[in-house]
């Protein structure tokens, strides 16, 4: 069965980076592209942007453009999403989220989420 | 961020039909398609439909999607306690960056 396990949660300093990963099993992960949304309390989930599971390919959400970078290891599955300069406003919980390459635009399977809380 | 706009709440007892909608624009519903995601807080949203009314296997026949020039709306039919949740729209908006938008949210609340 499709699974998309997460890292676990982290508490940063303002200023500083954060790197979530995300494994996935159960399916080709060359053949899917893995989504990141981010949810901070009362609020609506929020895009960051999406990487190629097969060709690395990038999109970012302009908002995190230039704080976020998208990589994928292949080989080991595994889905990263690292955070710079990080503010409070970066408190949130982030989630990965599985979109096949070809069809209609699908975020069907998700990772369990990270909390990220950005404290002094 | 684009904003695609949901009511805030939504309720209705048992069995009861409840309908949420999702109003856009002409960059985001009007041009692409739309999906609608289940959340419980605290765990990972679950996708309920995409393509405006596609239901992932798994997903009961209760929940059903529709859209209609910049406007879309989800409806549970034979609504059930374990309905209560929030529920979010989502598309792609391309009106500044090709951004995937979310909605505003519904909580759902069973009475």
């Known amino acids: 069965q499709v699974q998309l396990v997460q890292s676990g949660a982290e508490v940063k300093k303002p200023g500083a980076s954060v790197k979530v990963s995300c494994k996935a099993s159960g399916y080709t992960f060359t053949g899917y592209a893995m989504q990141w949304v981010r949810q901070a309390p009362g609020q609506r989930p929020e895009w960051m942007g999406w990487?190629?599971?097969?060709?690395?390919?990038?999109k970012y959400s302009q908002k995190f453009q230039g704080r976020v970078t998208l990589t994928r290891d292949a080989s080991a599955s595994t889905a990263y999403m690292e955070l710079s300069s990080l503010t409070a406003e970066d408190t949130a919980v982030y989630y990965c989220?599985?979109?096949?390459?070809?069809?209609?635009?699908?975020?069907?399977?998700w990772g369990q989420g990270t909390r990220v809380t950005v404290s002094s | 961020q684009s904003v695609l706009t949901q009511p805030p709440s939504a309720s209705g007892t048992p069995g009861q039909r409840v309908t949420i909608s999702c109003s856009g624009s002409s960059s985001n519903i009007g041009s692409y398609s739309v999906s609608w995601y289940q959340h419980f807080p605290g765990t990972a949203p679950k996708l309920l439909i995409y393509?405006?009314?596609q239901r992932p296997s798994g997903v009961p026949d209760r929940f059903s999607g529709s859209k209609s020039g910049t406007s879309a709306s989800l409806a549970i039919s034979g609504l059930q306690s374990e309905d209560e949740a929030d529920y979010y729209c989502?598309?792609?908006?391309?009106?500044?960056?090709?951004?995937?938008?979310f909605g505003t949210g519904t909580k759902v609340t069973v009475l």
């Open positions: 990487i190629n599971g097969g060709n690395s390919n990038t």
């Open positions: 989502a598309a792609w908006d391309d009106s500044l960056s090709d951004d995937y938008v």
């Open positions: 393509n405006n009314n």
């Open positions: 989220a599985r979109e096949p390459l070809v069809g209609a635009t699908q975020f069907d399977y």
